[in-house]
């Protein structure tokens, strides 16, 4: 079992920025992989970021590309999302969760483990 905390979310105004955290614990391996979802009201969970923990590579959705960054800390089981230029339809609920297999997928019935989310809400 892996265990997922997000921290970080909260009320900002647009062009503002914010840094999700995602702490995992528990029975990790280095091969698993990390993704940010989120999900506005009445819409569904989109990917938003991920990363391999192995080698550190990553992929975005084009939403987001240019803006955000997601990165890990190795020594802390921790993946961060770095927020820049937020606008109003970021607005949602961000949570993480892991793949155990390693891959960055943009389905979400590919992860196998989810943190509880974290609000982010961007004013105009």
């Known amino acids: 079992q892996v265990q997922l905390v997000e921290s970080g979310g909260g009320l900002v105004q647009a062009g503002d920025s914010l840094r999700l955290s995602c702490a995992a614990s528990?029975?990790?391996?280095?091969?698993?992989?990390t993704g940010w979802f989120r999900q506005a009201p009445g819409k569904e969970r989109d990917f938003v970021a991920g990363i391999k923990w192995s080698d550190g590579s990553t992929d975005y959705a084009d939403p987001v590309k240019g803006r955000f960054t997601i990165s890990r800390d190795n020594a802390k089981n921790t993946v961060y999302l770095q927020m820049n230029n937020l606008k109003p339809e970021d607005t949602a609920v961000y949570s993480c969760?892991?793949?155990?297999?390693?891959?960055?997928?943009?389905?979400?019935?590919?992860?196998?483990?989810w943190g509880q989310g974290t609000q982010v809400t961007v004013s105009s």
């Open positions: 969760a892991v793949d155990s297999l390693g891959t960055i997928s943009k389905r979400t019935a590919s992860y196998d483990y």
């Open positions: 528990g029975r990790t391996a280095s091969w698993y992989s």
